[in-house]
């Protein structure tokens, strides 16, 4: 007998679903599928390829894909050994290091790009020291780009593996070190490849994360044609000149992210 | 409490010399020459599990642990720095790595090369006779085929302490008694000290050399299996190797479940050896029925079906028990 039978029996035994829960729940689904039906609806289909190659679709595609591939790539490089600090060493301060590390995923972008100039802003507290030692500021270039999408996306990515690291537990770190292999040894061959499922889940999150990411990146770095224009950025601009370029736009990034959320379905969407 | 029958290592020479104090947990010494398999046994909570992760190095520990004269804990020595070999109640095997790389993991974290190790972990499980499953993942594995892998995983590397923690325990009957005596065929070639940790009377009579009796964290009884059997100094004890013991204030008594004459009515005779009680269960025993009798203490007694029907001996009814004198072996409460 499966689940599934059961609850089919007993959905036609049961009664009809009464109005008072059909209602707002149509009402819901309209209001998240409509918009979406609508933007494929008015996509110009006709112009799209033209639209594709314009120069500044190209920039601003060809900059999203850099930037969110480098945020990735940042995430995993230094995300994957906070994880395993958060995880698995007992310091001081560690339950409010993961509360502060959770702390951009419900921040305002907007407010995440103010916090990112009051430290590497031409008069940050960083910045100014790197300005002063180097000559060399952050804000308005493409640097600036990738640390405001990895400042947003590196909470998902530290999140889940996390998680997967505490789900796969200690005890196999326990038994590599009785079969005398130090931490380093144990991390590579044990605890990562254990952590594997949350490590992509985390980077496919981060990625997504940042192709989207606008506030932040508008505040800290700007928005100029093929320095620091991401598609978000050309969206919002376009919206207000040309209405079709942000159609095109934002439909390239509906396929995206409908494509990310398969690469997760199996995560995510199979009903338990 | 003294190691009565084995010699003792000497201080620095080869061998365990151990004095194990986890508070609230363990106070025990255990001493152990190369080659010999140490049964610790006794109830739940007894601290048999707690003794194996001291000498491991994975609970915290007071005292100090000595292995072939060189000291553990004397500066303290990391997990990975014990030349020692951890059977884990549940295999713990990794489960992303095949059972080949799982037994080749111990040689390659000791800086084998990776061809080395491989064929060294091929022999292991050749010995054990399933180098055919060498490129299998263990949820590929039977129970009995994990736990092979398991053990030869934790002899690899040539430890110089073996610790195994219940390998038999979740095992069907028949695979536990076929590995049992392919254990005690790799124990017997194995030169260094093994500690293990089991339930089984059956473990402790066939594989070791030397039964360690833990009871509350504390070394009860030490001898070889056939001492501990015949004169089980706890309840615990006796009651693995079906035997009533009774302490008095200077020896033990102890008899046998079918030297147990059970009846209705009050036994004629000497007063010492009876007891009034009530069933508490009985079960069958091979061909006869094992009671078990809550009186002053709980005894067990064993009668025949055709007897548990006549007198109507279910859960409840009240018996008086009695042995004949000829019956009953009395040994000194000290160590002898």
């Known amino acids: 007998m499966t689940t599934h039978a059961t609850g089919r029996t007993l959905g036609s035994t049961l009664g009809r679903p009464p109005l008072a829960l059909v209602l707002p729940g149509a009402l819901a689904a309209a209001l998240l599928v409509v918009p979406l039906v609508t933007l494929v609806l008015d996509t110009p289909w006709g112009s799209f390829l033209d639209q594709l190659g314009t120069r500044a679709v190209r920039d601003a595609l060809r900059l999203t894909a850099l930037a969110s591939a480098i945020t990735v790539v940042v995430c995993v490089a230094l995300g994957t050994p906070l994880a395993w600090l958060l995880a698995r060493v007992d310091f001081p301060g560690r339950t409010l290091l993961r509360a502060a590390v959770a702390v951009p995923l419900v921040l305002p972008p907007v407010v995440a790009g103010v916090a990112l100039v009051t430290a590497l802003g031409r008069n940050g507290l960083v910045g100014s020291l790197l300005r002063d030692a180097t000559g060399w500021t952050i804000p308005y270039t493409t640097t600036a780009v990738v640390i405001a999408h990895t400042f947003v996306s590196m909470p998902f990515y530290v999140l889940s593996v996390e998680g997967a690291l505490r789900a796969s537990g200690e005890r196999y770190d326990v038994v590599a070190a009785t079969l005398g292999a130090d931490r380093w040894t144990t991390f590579r061959r044990v605890t990562l490849p254990l952590a594997m499922p949350g490590v992509i889940a985390g980077a496919i999150l981060a990625w997504a994360r940042s192709l989207g990411e606008f506030g932040a990146t508008i505040t800290f770095a700007g928005n100029y044609p093929g320095t620091t224009q991401t598609m978000p950025s050309l969206i919002y601009q376009a919206l207000q000149s040309d209405p079709e370029v942000a159609r095109t736009l934002s439909m390239i990034l509906l396929v995206v992210s409908v494509a990310t959320l398969a690469a997760l379905r199996n995560r995510w969407l199979t009903t338990p | ?314 859960p409840g009814r009240a018996v008086w028990l009695s042995v004949k004198e000829t019956a009953v072996q009395t040994y000194a409460l000290g160590p002898t």
């Open chain 2, 1 to 314: 409490m003294a190691d009565d029958t084995v010699t003792g290592p000497s201080p620095g020479g080869p061998g365990l010399v151990a004095d194990l104090r986890v508070p609230g947990r363990l106070d025990a010494r255990v001493t152990a020459v190369p080659g010999e398999v140490v049964a610790v046994i006794g109830p739940n909570g007894a601290g048999k599990t707690t003794m194996l992760r001291a000498l491991a190095g994975l609970v915290e520990l007071e005292g100090s642990v000595e292995v072939d004269g060189a000291s553990w804990t004397d500066p303290p020595r990391l997990v990975r720095e014990r030349s020692l070999g951890f059977v884990f109640q549940d295999q713990s095997l990794f489960p992303h790595l095949s059972a080949l790389d799982n037994v080749a993991f111990g040689l390659r974290s000791r800086g084998v090369a990776r061809a080395r190790a491989a064929a060294t972990a091929h022999e292991w499980l050749d010995r054990f006779g399933i180098d055919d499953l060498a490129g299998r993942r263990p949820h590929e594995l039977s129970g009995g085929q994990a736990q092979r892998v398991a053990i030869a995983r934790a002899l690899a590397p040539a430890p110089s302490l073996l610790l195994l923690d219940e390998p038999f325990a979740g095992l069907d009957v028949g695979v536990a008694t076929a590995l049992r005596l392919e254990l005690a065929r790799h124990l017997a070639s194995y030169d260094g000290i093994a500690l293990l940790v089991t339930h089984d009377a059956l473990d402790a009579l066939t594989l070791a050399d030397t039964v360690l009796v833990l009871d509350g964290g504390r070394v009860a009884q030490t001898g070889t299996p056939h001492d501990v059997a015949a004169r089980p100094r706890t309840d615990h004890v006796a009651r693995l190797v079906g035997l009533n013991v009774i302490r008095d204030d200077d020896s033990f008594r102890s008899f046998s479940p079918s030297a147990v004459t059970v009846s209705l009515a009050q036994p004629e005779g000497s007063a010492r050896h009876r007891w009034h009680g009530t069933v508490l269960s009985a079960a069958p025993h091979g061909d006869a029925v094992r009671l078990l009798v809550g009186a002053d203490r709980e005894l067990i007694a064993d009668v025949t079906p055709a007897a548990t029907a006549e007198l109507g001996l279910v």
